[in-house]
Every structure is written in structure tokens, then in C-alpha cells.
């Protein structure tokens, strides 16, 4: 039986970027397989009385982050460049990567729009650079763009982000094991694909 | 030239005790010295308008904290007991170990502090703990807490507390190199290390 871990992100974070863009060959070389569940953080960010980022708010939090994101990318080779907005509106990127669910697209897309927004320093609430993707992918965008706009869809996000909170998810990148085994953070994706290779066997 | 790296902990930080705990190893192996710089995080927390740790404000970061440090401390072989009380007052056991800057026992005296708090469960703001823990180390036990109580140490603390916030330090353990870069985690002592060593060539 193939393991597999739930991967728990919001566009907007920055940590989902290098976690993103390594976790699909080192879950390969783990053979786990990673479903990917965009959610959004404002709302439970909202509920702890925050209206942006905490490392906006905490400003020496957030001047270590950037730094030490800057660091990470240059460790793993991945370019990296500071968006002039932070965070960014991931509603419709999160919608379109809801819309690929069981779709090959799917992974593809995650880590084109982390790495158009971290890596090259782009709007993801942009449908130019949205559909841009998906057009590389090979995919029919404003077909795609206009399904992710449904009501059925902004539902499936909604429900997602509220299952995020039941599980007891309160940032990203969050990963979970099919036992309900938290883990969270870029730092624990190994921990996690370890203790979700143990349980599957 | 060996390189060094100041170890910035505030006892009653959790994911202190696993840093501390592992870092005289692992700094050896990189041949790096360590600098143990006790401090307290209480007042930059009050300058953010929590009087508690951030764990307790945030239920389910708390709840994810003790799950996650328990399996931390498993993987590391170290005993895990989650205490009665946190945060506990950890001003005590700082100016102890302010005390013994520059003294043998002092890098004993901080793992044993914190194998007492999380691997026992045990109270660091009782003054017994922290004798029985000096005389263990064949340490006269009642002078020094008497020269740890006088307005010298006391002072010596207050400045270092400073000094962490004038570094940009906003959280425990941190890791500073020489050269100023800043370390946060239990997690990033491994790159603090790699960083500082590769300076000290």
C-alpha cells in the first residue's frame, strides 16, 4: 500500500514555497504519495484578532524570515525573490488549484504559481499570470478560470479551510499523516514522510 | 581560529531544551565553541502585548507544541516530561547561569536546568532544584546563588536581555555567528553551525 500525507499550504505563505518545490522528490524517494490541500490562513488568522500576517506585525519576526527564506532558497538552489506585496491574495489560485483535484495538472501548477510569486517576485492574484500558467501546462485557461469561479468550487474551499481548522491546523505548510499526525513547517516535511512511510507499510 | 556561535536561550523555552541538550555534540563535530548567552524573553513578549507565552495565547500552536516536542525528544533519545506549570519563572536559574560566564560548570549547570523542567517535569524557580543541581556538579551551592542574587548579576542580565532585542533576537533558542547572522529554532542549529564554521576558517 502507497503512504500517503496530506500537504497543507495557502499560497500566501512564504515557508510553502521551498516545501512546495522540494516535497514532491523527496516524498519519491520516500514513495508517498502527496495530496495537495490549498487552503486560506486569514480566516484563522482572523480569528486570533490578526488582519495580515504575523510577520507583518511582528516586524523583527518577519525581517528574520525573509533573511532566513533567502538563506533556505540559496541552500536548495531555488531562486528566490521578495514580492513587493506581502501576502498576497490567494483566492484565485487557491480556487484553480482546487478546480485540479485529481487532475495531472494538479502538482504542476502549485509549484509554477509558488514559484512565479517567491522565486520571480509576481502577482498571483493576477488571472494574466494565472492563466499564463496554466496556458504552460498545456491547459485550457479561461475554461479552467471560469470553472474555479463557480459557486461549487468556492464552496470546496471553504469547506477545505474549514477542515483545515477542525484538524487543528493554525499555519502552513501543515502536513498531515493518514493517522492524524501534525507536522509543520518546511522543517518537518521529512519528519512527516518518515512517520507516513512507517504507517503505510 | 576556532569559530563561535552564542547560543541565546531563555530556560523556560521548550524547544530550548532539545538545543541545548544536543548542541555541545554537534557543535564539536563542526569544532565550533559555544557561547551560552542566557536571557529573558518575558519583556520582548510584553512589548507585543502577550503576558504569557505565545503557546498559551494560541491554543492550537500550543497543543501542537507539546505533541510536537514530545516527538522531537523521542527521535533525539532525551526524556520528555511535560511540566504542571508554563512558562515557568526562569528568573532564578538565568542569573545562575549568568553567574557562571566564563566558569566550567556552566554549560552542565544549563543542561541540567533543562533536563530538570522538560525531561522531569520538575520546578526551576525552586531554589532547592537549583542547589541540588550545582552541589551535583560539586559547585559551593549556597555562594553562588547568594553572588547570582546580587545587584551585579541581576544587572549583567537585564543588559543581556537587551542586547537580544537590540540583536533582533524575538524568540528562543536563537543562534548568532560572529558575523552577526541570526539563527531561530531548535531546527537551524545545524545551518548556524554549518555558517559559523565555514567564518571561522
Not at 63 to 81: H, I, K, N, Q, S
Amino acid at each position: 500500500m502507497t503512504a500517503t500525507l496530506d500537504f497543507w499550504f495557502d499560497f500566501a505563505s512564504t515557508y510553502s514555497y521551498p516545501a512546495c518545490l522540494r516535497a514532491r522528490s523527496v516524498a519519491a524517494r520516500d514513495n508517498v504519495k502527496l495530496r495537495y490541500r490549498p487552503f486560506l490562513l486569514g480566516p484563522g488568522f482572523k480569528a486570533q484578532g490578526w488582519d495580515t500576517s504575523p510577520f507583518n506585525i511582528y516586524e523583527a519576526k518577519g525581517r528574520y524570515m525573509w533573511r532566513d527564506l533567502e538563506r533556505l532558497c540559496a541552500d536548495l538552489g531555488l531562486t528566490f525573490r521578495q514580492p513587493e506585496i506581502f501576502p498576497q491574495n490567494s483566492l484565485l489560485a487557491s480556487r484553480v488549484a482546487i478546480a485540479g483535484d485529481g487532475e495531472d495538472w494538479q502538482e504542476e501548477f502549485c509549484r509554477a504559481v509558488f514559484h512565479a510569486q517567491f522565486g520571480q517576485g509576481r502577482r498571483i492574484d493576477d488571472p494574466d499570470v494565472i492563466d499564463e500558467i496554466l496556458s504552460r501546462l498545456g491547459q485550457p485557461s479561461s475554461d479552467i478560470r471560469a470553472y474555479a469561479q463557480t459557486d461549487a468550487v468556492k464552496a470546496r474551499l471553504k469547506a477545505q479551510t474549514q477542515e483545515a481548522g477542525r484538524q487543528g491546523i493554525f499555519g502552513a505548510p501543515t502536513f498531515v499523516t493518514a493517522d492524524g499526525e501534525l507536522f509543520w513547517g518546511n522543517d518537518r516535511l521529512e519528519a512527516a514522510l518518515r512517520w507516513a512511510a512507517r504507517k503505510g507499510k
